[in-house]
């Protein structure tokens, strides 16, 4: 449950709770009490007007009056009332009080002129009255209030604060340690929390794994052709050669020196494009990026014995929202691999546009000798390369695959009648906007 909900729900109950005990303790200690003292004060009130009409017995009128005057006197919560019993006269002494309980008498007194009904009134102040209940009340009051408080705070500290004082601790583990940490199974914001920072420990250590493997990948590729550099030029250091065999190690030097270069700068631009994830979109026709991808390469293919074949079989008015930059530089890797890696007669390329749903399907095809099924589930991974010789450190496809999904399509791969495909999806716009393809670089 949400913290949101339960502590509110917890408050509640509490609040709840308090009321409960303070009505189980009015309803058996202070009505009990009340009670008690209600007869109490109505029997102290018989006994006064009890040993008053005694004492009143044949004393005069006056005497009579003087005397529950000095009553009032002496206790003023007391009033009194004579009535004549047969005139029904009243001679009120002293007025009532009001506010407070009061408890009533009546006796009836032979007075020297006659018999008259004494009446007393007893006027009591309640809160004056139940003075040592009210402070029984308060005290019980005041220590379920801080049992109530002594709880909330035991369930604080064990639900909540001792959770994220445990949650800090893992913190400072893994920043002095990088210990691993269990997924919570809590399902509040404490939960949510541990979890995220869970799954944010999990990403950075991906990520860290991830850098020791670019580090060792890129170490690896520069190794190879920095050997043979550092071989070659201890041979023209230590040995007289003829002129020939100097201009083969400078070639070799030379040749190992562009491999190396072609590795730090595929690197450079993983790098540019993994961290430059914001496309500059333009809507361009398919039928305009077909004839321009013709244009760019169709001479260079017919230079290397590349037969290079591009159809387009969209619906009219078929058009993506593309980044210029990025797209080139996919197609320059799909179709650079084919030629690269495929040192055959008769090479093949073909690059197919058509509709396929709400998408455009482009697949970059070869003829070649294709690439082993084992291969075919990591080559969209950083630094997988089938070149045994590691001249490319292999981030070319991984780029493509990046830049693909950050035009929110898919890519790819498989092997198709022997040879090499890599199928992507675009999404498709029915527009013909007019706009360059290849005026940017």
């Known amino acids: 449950m949400s913290l949101k909900y339960r502590i509110p729900i917890m408050l509640m109950i509490v609040f709840v709770l308090n009321i409960v005990l303070l009505f189980l303790f009015v309803f058996f200690y202070t009505v009990p009490d009340l009670q008690e003292g209600i007869a109490i004060y109505q029997e102290q009130a018989v ?12 004393k005069s009128y006056d005497e009579a009056i003087a005397f529950v005057t000095r009553k009032t006197i002496e206790d003023r919560q007391l009033s009194f009332v004579l009535e004549n019993v047969i005139t029904k006269e009243q001679i009120l002494v002293s007025e009532p009080r009001w506010g407070g309980m009061n408890f009533s008498a009546m006796r009836s007194v032979d007075l020297a002129e006659g018999s008259y009904a004494l009446f007393l009134r007893s006027d009591v102040d ?30 604080m500290h064990s639900f909540y604060v001792k959770p994220l004082k445990h949650l800090a601790g893992e913190i400072e583990r893994f920043h002095k340690t990088d210990t691993t940490l269990k997924n919570s199974e809590r399902s509040d914001e404490i939960g949510s929390l541990e979890r995220s920072f869970f799954h944010m420990t999990e990403e950075l250590r991906a990520e860290k794994e991830n850098q020791s493997h670019i580090i060792a990948s890129i170490s690896h590729d520069i190794k190879t052709p920095l050997t043979s550099i550092m071989g070659f030029s201890e041979r023209l250091i230590k040995k007289d050669l003829d002129k020939d065999k100097q201009a083969t190690y400078l070639k070799s030097i030379y040749r190992q020196s562009k491999n190396i270069e072609a590795i730090v700068d595929e690197f450079d631009e993983y790098l540019s494009f993994s961290m430059n994830s914001v496309n500059t979109l333009q809507k361009l026709s398919v039928s305009f990026v077909c004839e321009s991808l013709k244009d760019e390469y169709s001479e260079i293919c017919e230079n290397q014995g590349v037969v290079l074949e591009l159809q387009n079989q969209c619906l009219p008015g078929s058009s993506v929202n593309i980044d210029v930059v990025k797209m080139r530089r996919v197609f320059a890797n799909l179709i650079g691999n084919s030629m690269r890696h ?27 000798k294709g690439v082993p099924e084992p291969e075919l589930a990591h080559i969209f991974e950083p630094f997988f390369t089938s070149d045994k010789s590691r001249k490319m450190s292999g981030l070319g496809l991984s780029i493509c695959s990046q830049i693909i999904k950050s ?9 198709i ?5 890599v199928i992507i999806h675009i999404p498709v716009w029915i527009d013909v906007p007019s706009g360059p393809f290849y005026n940017s670089r």
């Open 47 to 58: 006994r006064d007007v009890d040993e008053i009409a005694a004492y009143l017995e044949d």
């Open 407 to 415: 035009h929110g399509g898919d890519i790819k791969a498989m092997n």
């Open 417 to 421: 009648q022997g040879g090499f495909s």
């Open 342 to 368: 495929n040192e055959i007669e008769g090479l093949e390329i073909r690059v197919a546009f058509e509709n396929i749903a709400d998408d455009v399907q482009i697949t970059v095809s070869d003829n070649g």
């Open 126 to 155: 309640l809160f004056y009255s139940l003075d040592g209940t009210i402070l029984r009340l308060a005290i019980i009051e005041c220590f379920v209030l801080f049992a109530s408080l002594v709880i909330v705070a035991c369930i």
